[in-house]
């Protein structure tokens, strides 16, 4: 079936610094990828539609500028945390729509300290 | 109203029980339904798809009500492995692959 890579699995990160996580379709071309994030205990919220080649959309709430995509090829998009603070610590997860339906990432747990 | 609710839980049930779960959605244009699985700390994996018909997968049914905006799941025999998080997951369609999460149900099978 249709895999997506991300990575890294878990980061540390020190507060203001930036990180980036990958998210790769290994099997097929993924022309759009979501990027959702998960705090304890709730739901996956969409943070933005990634499309190839061109600009994200972002839903409302989340800081374009802090929250830097890059959809560049068919099999990658990466999301960069810019500055991070603790308050982003976070279960960030990507997707992919596939011919079946919608592949996730692995996810990427992030803990700012 | 949220656009898709779910009841929290925890369903805590013993093995071998069968286990129901409620959804409601609140966009009558929603096209695509489906159940996902989340285990703690890992990314959500696709249960199955919610057909109109109503759909099985071994001890695994989903049903959808349009008319209520209405899905359910019903978990036949829970086996000790069936413990996790149930998200109720829907597409709003019209082109758009956007999928809306419910907060999930959490379920616990206890030997």
């Known amino acids: 079936g249709a895999v997506v890579s991300q990575h890294p699995s878990w980061v540390i990160c020190k507060s203001g610094t930036s990180v980036k996580i990958e998210c790769r379709s290994l099997?097929?071309?993924?022309?759009?990828m979501f990027w959702y994030r998960q705090f304890p205990k709730q739901s996956l919220m969409l943070m933005a539609t990634?499309?190839?080649?061109?600009?994200?959309?972002?839903e409302q709430g989340v800081e374009k500028d802090k929250f830097l995509i890059n959809h560049a090829s068919l099999t990658l998009s990466t999301l960069t945390v810019t500055s991070a603070h603790p308050e982003d610590s976070s279960f960030y997860i990507c997707?992919?729509?596939?011919?079946?339906?919608?592949?996730f990432g692995s996810g990427t747990r992030l803990t700012v300290v | 109203r949220k656009e898709v609710e779910q009841d929290p839980g925890p369903f805590n049930v013993p093995e071998g029980a069968t286990v129901a779960f409620n959804c409601t959605y609140s966009?009558?244009?929603?096209?695509?339904f489906f159940w996902y699985r989340q285990d703690c700390r890992k990314e959500p994996k696709l249960l199955m798809s919610?057909?109109?018909s109503g759909n099985e997968d071994g001890r695994f049914t989903a049903q959808l009500n349009r008319a209520s905006q209405y899905i359910s799941l019903l978990i036949r025999d829970s086996k000790l492995s069936d413990s996790a998080t149930y998200l109720c997951?829907?597409?709003?369609?019209?082109?758009?692959?956007?999928?809306?999460f419910g907060k999930g149900t959490k379920l616990s099978v206890i030997p």
């Open positions: 997707s992919a729509s596939d011919r079946v339906g919608y592949t």
């Open positions: 099997d097929f071309q993924a022309t759009t």
């Open positions: 990634s499309n190839e080649g061109s600009k994200a959309t972002y």
């Open positions: 966009n009558s244009a929603s096209q695509s």
């Open positions: 919610v057909y109109s």
């Open positions: 997951v829907v597409n709003m369609g019209a082109g758009s692959y956007q999928l809306t």
